[in-house]
Each structure stands twice: as C-alpha cells, then as structure tokens.
C-alpha cells in the first residue's frame, strides 16, 4: 500500500514570497490534515478536510494560509506571503473513514521542511 | 478542551534496560490515547493507541503503553531498550471534530536517547 505523498520535500523561500505545499493520502482515505511542526514542538492542527469538505480550520491564520481538496483526494497548501515564523515542517496525514477516525490511526507524509530566510 | 502534556523533554536510558516516557492527558468523555514516532527527517508512524479495554496495550516494535484513569496518564513502556528506539515520541488525544470525524492533538514530544 503507498503512504502519504508529499512534495516537495525541502523549500527556502524569502519572507513575503509564496510557497507551495501538495499532498496525495493513501487511496480511499476520505480524511486529510495539515498539520505545522515547529521545531521542538509538537504537530498543530491547520486545517482538516472530510472528502472535499472542510471540518475544522480554526487555526489556520487564514489572512495567509489557504487550503484546498477539490476533488477530494489530494490537496493543497498555501501561504501568502510567508513570515519568518512560517519555518516549520508540513505534515500530511490522511484516514480511512471519518467516522471511523476515534480509533483508526492517522498516516502521515514525510512532511515539507520550510525555511523562510 | 483536551490537551495532552509530555513533562520530560528528553529522556536518556543505557540499552538493554527498560524504558518509560510518560504523558499525561485532559479530556472530556473517554478519552481515545495515541503514541506516534518520529525518526529523523521522517514523518509520524503510527505505535500504538487505547480506545477501550484492556489498560495495557501492546504495540509495535515491542512497545507497550499503560492507561491509567485515575492518574490520566498513558505512559508508554518497553522492557529492553534498543539503540534503534532513540527517536522523538508523541503521544497525542483523538477527539470529535465534526462531520462525523476527528482529530489528533499532540503533546510537545519526547527525545528518547539510547546509550550503547
């Protein structure tokens, strides 16, 4: 079974670019989280998608990260512009079945490791 | 709102001895406990998880984890460290988020280090 694809796997960008992120989950995961991971920290929820529909973006700072699951599959992550405190790893994570999520793990990507200089 | 705490940032344990890395939650309702490993630049993998049941639960790569209502803690165990178990560890709460699904929240992460 293929995991969690994320790419790219590493970008530096400069403060007030823009940036990037893409993210394929497990086939037939109807679930998506973006998840940031400061250094030292533990993951944060962004945002959480249920099939092409979004569930919970609470924390996402949404005057500059926007998201997107058009199709329901894969996924998007964008910010603009970036900030120095955006240097963090971006992690994907995907689950079979929403209802099923209490007590089906998550898969998660590689993660992309952002460095905003 | 549930959160989870991880009170040790590191933890340092020669191979071959046992190992504990502990945390403890705050929830309301039952609450559905995860442990995740994070070797160097890769991403979470899953260990173990408590749902209901048994207090003690066995994992994967011979890692087991210890549920105690009473203390609300989750402490994850193994008998013999490996050198290959020095990696961050996470443990994290799954809560209702809506539409019918959930969501992980993590605690800070523990460093555990194996001595040879």
């Known amino acids: 079974e293929a995991g969690v694809a994320q790419s790219p796997r590493y970008k530096i960008i400069e403060k007030r670019q823009s940036v990037a992120f893409w993210c394929n989950p497990i086939?037939?995961?109807?679930?998506l989280y973006w998840y940031q991971q400061i250094l030292g920290q533990g993951p944060k929820l962004l945002i959480q998608f249920q099939n092409n529909g979004v569930v919970d973006d609470s924390q996402l700072p949404k005057d500059r990260f926007s998201a997107e699951r058009l199709k329901g599959v894969d996924s998007t992550l964008k910010i603009q512009p970036a900030k120095l405190e955006d240097s963090a790893v971006y992690l994907c994570a995907s689950t079979i079945r929403g209802t099923a999520s209490m007590n089906t793990e998550a898969f998660f990507g590689q993660g992309t490791r952002l460095t905003v200089v | 709102a549930q959160s989870v705490a991880q009170p040790e940032d590191q933890v340092n344990v020669a191979e071959g001895n046992p190992l504990t890395v502990k945390c403890t939650y705050s929830v309301s309702g039952n609450p559905y406990l995860f442990w995740y490993v994070q070797y160097p630049n890769r991403g979470l993998q899953f260990l173990l998880k408590?749902?209901?049941?048994?207090?003690l639960v066995k994992g994967s790569y011979g890692f087991e984890a210890e549920f105690n209502k009473s203390q609300t803690s989750f402490h994850l165990k193994k008998p013999s460290a490996l050198v290959s178990d020095s990696a961050l560890y996470f443990c994290?709460?799954?809560?209702?988020?809506?539409?019918?699904?959930?969501?992980?929240?993590f605690g800070k992460g523990t460093k555990l280090s194996v001595i040879p």
């Open positions: 408590y749902i209901t049941g048994d207090n």
């Open positions: 994290a709460v799954s809560s209702y988020s809506g539409a019918g699904s959930y969501q992980l929240t």
């Open positions: 086939s037939g995961h109807a679930t």
